[in-house]
């Protein structure tokens, strides 16, 4: 993720772990994959939720799309 989108590693690997638990698979019922995003959907493959992510993080940051980060 910080090659696509700059931000930090450990950042990305923070929220990875914190929303996801590195589960592809994760799902609440409104948001899905490794970061949790409401705009994910089940099936989606590595590299779409990776795009996914960095559109969230292009127009909100880590802060905006994942709260206490930035």
Known sequence: MQSITGGDAGTWATI???????NMDANNSTHFGLFQ?????IGMTLEQECANAKEKYDSQGFAGAWLNYE
């Open 37 to 41: 995003s409401d705009t994910a959907y």
């Open 16 to 22: 990875i772990q914190r929303e996801s638990s590195g």
